[in-house]
């Protein structure tokens, strides 16, 4: 009973916080919500211009413009009746950071790779052969 109990103790307090915690690279894993950014990159549009671009529920694109907006990634607005969603990409900078780090990496392998193979073209050149 004592486990059931700390189990139950852990996920009530500790889950939620996982569920909270959503980043900018969940919100650009999905096509749907890439598709969505692209457009609001151009324009603030409302829930319904948006969802008249995808064969899915209203409720279905509310969702997605949900996690994007609790990625930091979209503000919605209220004007009157209607919600509209501004782009906030400031987050995005996250994803070029950590791709930085990727790039400089395989940059090096690249500039290895070319100097090895400059060299095995003029061996070539001068009939060495490498051993």
């Given amino acids: 009973m004592r486990k059931y109990l700390l189990a139950h103790i852990f996920a009530s307090k500790y889950l939620h916080i996982m569920e909270a915690r959503r980043d900018v690279f ?14 609001i990159a151009h324009e603030n549009l409302n829930l319904n211009a948006i969802a008249e671009n995808f064969d899915m529920t209203r409720q279905a694109i509310s ?14 607005k209220q004007q009157g009746r209607e919600r509209f969603c ?3 990409f400031d987050q995005l900078n996250e994803v070029s950071e950590w791709i930085e780090q990727y790039r400089k990496y395989w940059d090096k392998k690249l500039d290895s790779l070319e100097l090895y193979l400059e060299k095995l073209q003029k061996e070539r ?4 052969k490498k051993k």
Avoid: F, N, S
């Fill in 26 to 39: 969940q919100a650009i894993a999905d096509p749907t919500r890439r598709q969505i950014m692209g457009m």
């Fill in 63 to 76: 969702l997605h413009i949900k996690i994007l907006a609790e990625c930091g990634l979209v503000v919605i």
């Fill in 86 to 88: 501004e782009a906030k």
């Fill in 125 to 128: 050149k001068h009939g060495k």
